[in-house]
């Protein structure tokens, strides 16, 4: 059979590529003019000083300048944001990019003014605006500010937060009408009150999101772009291609693991596909992977970059503020689901190669055997953290004033050790991927030349993990340790080398100032992004729409939970396609996640509110994948020059098991570590034997969906592979259906269970009554018994007013500001036709452990190998 031949390939220059990463990330606009391109420059430079000005930890300039709070520093940073994007963002795809027309001088100059006019007057706007009464110079300065910022947001993001922010805005104007339903209708509110609230307050645009961008985004931004600007990017790539090259399909294994390390310090999906891929790409379509796969393995690779602690995006940083949760808790609950995605994706590629018979680059080596390497290599550099810990406490306990010079001065010396060390072997640089002969890197070369930028993320890890700082001063630490790096590392090789000085510390110089121009760059549209979100986070905290949302989305649900989560999910998809992920989550978030929460416990689910945030979060980032908008799928195209649409669909197939990954931790968040303590060795074990079951169900759930186990396989061996890795994920799904897992007992003796109940202990029980839209509503409470709660009297103790009548405990209005009254926050306790009550007491059943469903899915994976060994023909790794 004659393979068809490929569409002819469209060749994209560096400057093509280079162009397609600025019009999304740091803008497209380079004048020919020195001093405009100086001035942009500038400002990004200043930007990024400044940031790291107001992050350092020391105050020392305290006794000299005054020290701003929160409330200053954000109209700063969207000063900056604002002005960059007119200067740095072209109007239209017509606009010119070699200059800056006289318009967007005008527009940087008034929107900046109006950002700017926030910091200037903040005491008098504490007496007049934020008191309720704004002056009419403060509402037009405020109304000026609105439609600046959704210009901005239009120029860097697309017009899509713009039409959002702007409907979330004439709805809080308008309130009713007939495309309002009335579940979320309201009276309206004025333009002034709109601005004041959007504006001028404390809130909206200058609220929460763009809080995180100033405090916390911006720094781990920065630290990822001159982490790449000191080499590490390279350096990493250069790592996965010794590590994984020999391998079958090795561009493609190396492909993936580059992106995640890139992903590690990068938030952008479109530049990670664009700096690995140039490389990785020709060489997967020269073992045999065409076009549309090399960019789709790229692709998915790039993608879960944002799912990858600790950037994530921004989006780690938005859930430490929206939930309350510590960052150091974000990163635990994110770090199983982003690594057993990662494996997946690289046993996917595997499957391809074998499925295509691809050769390997050089002498083929196992799999196998390097996954072995791997994890011997983890448990050592484990081992090595764990007595780095012990020895420097251990310092601390025995000679407290000394401990911290004494830790920097070795800090010191280890890295003159590495710097020494790589300055023993040449520079690393990218062979061409292209060429008619390529020699893959040697670990035994690549590996001493950059452990030196390894100290950054460690120190970063040491301050986050071991000291518990606050992750802006551990990003502000680790920071200064790469700026120390970058001036430094070029000339100690030159010294040891025996080369000249001066020109190296020059050229560190430089590499310096370009990353925090990169750095600033890629912030512009972060900036206005998380500015921009902010009108729809304080629309939803003002208007009826953030306690009514649950009620319209239970109707187009039916009130069924999975439903919803397909619902919300094809929102935050749809809604993807024209926002960057970060604004995605912040908008998505904001409208769903405790609606997931409230209708999970209608269900008698208990969703965490953590797993609702990633639910939202894993779903927005699909949207770079998804054809036919999918930014990363067309960046990857115009690498691979293959067909936009085809890499996009490919890439959405390989992305399957990411899409599925939300909808097992709602369902079982122990697959996030919620609940698990890992402060103890129990925990710690228990979370091994989590990573362990979820990633070889993950693996099955691959070959599943790639019809390709050991060897290609029938539809009913893909819906075995299927059935057992769901089975290994949500075991409880089958112990509920079998076993209860509850049992009733009388509602009229809830007051007594909460008396009766231990310290840690969980009381459950379901509330009925009409919600606020006149329909009967239930939901399942979920209370803690704490240590300090009295002896008695403890339903009362936690907000609960009951009231038994005979067999049957009606409920008023739980405590205003208790946990009870947040979690009944939907009913109407004041209905007189219809009375609110405890319908249900449960007790947990007892019953067999949901661990006795293995056995008989590991029988059927059983069955599924010994029939697929007959038809066998490669080896399975």
């Not at 199983?336 to 295509?356: D, N």
């Amino acid at each position: 059979m004659t393979r068809a031949p490929e569409p002819k390939e469209r060749q994209f220059s560096d400057e093509d590529l280079h162009d397609l990463v600025a019009s999304s990330d740091t803008g497209a606009r380079e004048p020919r003019s020195r001093a405009v391109a100086l001035l942009i420059a500038g400002l990004a430079l200043a930007w990024s000083l400044f940031q790291l000005w107001i992050a350092q930890p020391q105050l020392w300039f305290g006794q000299y300048l005054p020290v701003l709070n929160s409330s200053q520093t954000r109209p700063i940073h969207l000063t900056f944001a604002i002005v960059l994007a007119y200067l740095a963002y072209p109007a239209l795809k017509s606009s010119p990019r070699d200059r800056v027309p006289l318009m967007d001088w005008v527009l940087a100059i008034a929107g900046g003014f109006c950002a700017f006019y926030i910091f200037v007057y903040s005491r008098e706007l504490s007496l007049t605006a934020r008191s309720g009464l704004p002056t009419q110079t403060q509402v037009i300065i405020g109304a000026a500010g609105l439609v600046l910022l959704l210009e901005a947001s239009r120029r860097a993001l697309g017009p899509a937060l713009t039409i959002v922010g702007s409907l979330f805005l004439i709805y809080s104007y308008m309130g009713s009408g007939w495309l309002i339903p009335d579940i979320i209708s309201h009276n309206g509110m004025s333009l002034t009150s709109i601005i004041n609230a959007q504006w001028l307050d404390t809130g909206g645009v200058f609220g929460i999101p763009l809080g995180v961008s100033t405090a916390f985004v911006f720094l781990f931004v920065l630290f990822g772009s001159m982490l790449d600007k000191a080499g590490a990017g390279n350096y990493f790539i250069q790592i996965a291609f010794a590590g994984l090259g020999h391998l079958r399909g090795g561009p493609a294994k190396a492909a993936v693991v580059g992106s995640a390390l890139t992903g590690l310090i990068s938030g952008s999906s479109i530049a990670n596909v664009v700096t690995t891929g140039t490389f990785t790409i020709p060489l997967m379509k020269r073992v045999g992977f065409t076009s549309e796969k090399a960019g789709a393995v790229e692709v998915a690779s790039s993608v879960n970059g944002q799912i990858m602690p600790p950037v994530m995006g921004a989006a780690a940083f938005l859930m430490v503020e929206f939930i309350g949760i510590s960052y150091v808790q974000v990163i635990k609950h994110a770090f199983i689901p982003a690594v057993i995605s990662y494996i997946a994706l690289l046993y996917i590629v595997h499957l391809e190669a074998l499925k295509r018979d691809m050769p390997a680059l050089g002498e083929a080596r196992s799999l196998l055997s390097m996954l072995l390497r791997t994890f011997v290599g983890f448990v050592l550099m484990g081992v090595a953290f764990t007595a780095l810990i012990y020895g420097v406490r251990g310092l601390q306990a025995l000679a407290p004033a000394i401990a911290d010079p004494v830790v920097m001065l070795l800090l010191l010396a280890v890295y003159a050790w590495l710097v020494r060390i790589s300055a023993q072997r040449d520079d690393l640089e990218l062979d061409d991927p292209s060429a008619e002969r390529f020699e893959l890197p040697r670990m035994g070369h690549v590996l001493p030349t950059g452990l030196h930028y390894l100290l950054p993320i460690l120190v970063l890890v040491w301050f986050l993990m071991v000291e518990m700082q606050s992750p802006a001063k551990s990003a502000f630490y680790a920071v200064a340790m790469l700026i120390f790096i970058m001036l430094t590392q070029r000339p100690l090789k030159a010294m040891f080398r025996g080369e000249a000085i001066l020109p190296a510390l020059v050229a560190g110089w430089n590499d310096l100032i370009d990353g925090m121009i990169s750095g600033a760059r890629n912030m512009i549209g972060i900036g206005v992004a998380t500015a921009a979100a902010g009108i729809i986070v304080a629309t939803v905290t003002r208007t009826p729409i953030g306690t009514e949302l649950a009620g319209l989305v239970e109707i187009f649900a039916g009130g069924n939970l999975m439903l919803m989560l397909i619902l919300i999910g094809a929102f935050s998809l749809v809604l993807g396609m024209g926002l960057p992920t970060t604004a995605n989550y912040i908008v998505v978030s904001s409208l769903m996640a405790g609606v997931v929460v409230s209708l999970g416990a209608q269900e008698g689910l208990i969703v965490p509110l953590i797993a609702a945030h990633l639910f939202v979060f894993y779903f927005g980032i699909m949207a770079d994948v998804t054809p036919p908008v999918g930014l990363a799928s067309f960046a990857a195209a115009a690498v691979s020059g293959g067909d936009p649409i085809r890499t996009g669909v490919t890439a959405f197939g390989y992305s399957l098991r990411t899409i599925a990954l939300p909808f097992l931790f709602i369902y079982n968040p122990a697959l996030i570590l919620y609940g698990v303590d890992l402060g103890t060795a129990g925990g710690l074990a228990y979370a091994a034997w989590i990573f362990v079951v979820a990633t070889f169900a993950m693996l099955l759930f691959a070959a599943a969906t790639q019809g390709y186990f050991l060897a290609r396989s029938r539809l009913w061996e893909s819906a075995a592979l299927l059935l057992v890795a769901f089975t290994l994920f949500v075991p409880n799904f089958w112990q509920d259906r079998v076993f209860p897992a509850f049992a009733e007992r009388p509602v009229a003796q809830l007051e007594q269970a909460f008396d009766q109940a231990e310290p840690g202990e969980r009381l459950r029980f379901v509330v009925q009554g009409p919600n606020f839209a006149g329909a009967i509503t239930r939901t399942t409470v979920v209370h803690a018994i704490a240590d300090s709660d009295p002896a008695q009297g403890r339903a009362q103790a936690a907000g609960l007013f009951l009231m038994p009548e005979g067999d049957r405990m009606f409920m008023e209005e739980p405590m205003f500001g208790s946990a009870m009254q947040e979690a009944m926050a939907g009913f109407d306790f004041y209905r007189p036709d219809a009375r609110t009550e405890v319908v249900s007491l449960l007790e947990p059943a007892e019953r067999p452990s949901r661990y006795w469903f293995y056995p008989p899915a590991l029988l059927l994976l059983a069955l599924v190998i010994a029939i697929q060994r007959r038809r066998q023909t490669k080896p399975a790794f």
